[in-house]
Nanobody, 122 residues
Framework: QVQLVESGGGLVQAGGSLRLSCAAS????????MGWYRQAPGKQRELVAG?????????ADSVRGRFTISRENAKNTVYLHLQMNSLKPEDTAVYYC??????????????WGQGTQVTVSS
């Protein structure tokens, strides 16, 4: 089991910055992929950015060059950060972190954070 706690959302003006964080604890030794997703009202949840165990990253075209995903290892906790710069009103959404672990059969198990609201005003 993995427990996820998100923080860092809020209200910001267009052009501003926010940093989201997700603290993962529990069975973190088997994490394979970590990522941030977002869901705007009336839209499907979409991948914003992902990071693999080796450190490779990928970004949605809409955020590339503005957002940076990073991972920080601490004792018994892994932190997933999303630095968001040059925010636009269209970035407004609920942001979720997702952790994928592998069980003993190397099958993936997904865990989701509770979500944090990001609102960008024009």
């Amino acid at each position: 089991q993995v427990q996820l706690v998100e923080s860092g959302g809020g209200l910001v003006q267009a052009g501003g910055s926010l940093r989201l964080s997700c603290a993962a604890s529990g069975s973190i030794f088997s994490i394979s992929v970590m990522g941030w997703y977002r869901q705007a009202p009336g839209k499907q949840r979409e991948l914003v950015a992902g990071i693999r165990g080796g450190g490779s990253t990928n970004y949605a075209d809409s955020v590339r060059g503005r957002f940076t995903i990073s991972r920080e290892n601490a004792k018994n906790t892994v932190y997933l950060h999303l630095q968001m710069n040059s925010l636009k009103p269209e970035d407004t959404a609920v942001y979720y972190c997702k952790i994928t672990t592998l069980n003993r059969l190397y099958l993936p198990i997904d865990y989701w954070g509770q979500g944090t609201q990001v609102t960008v005003s024009s």
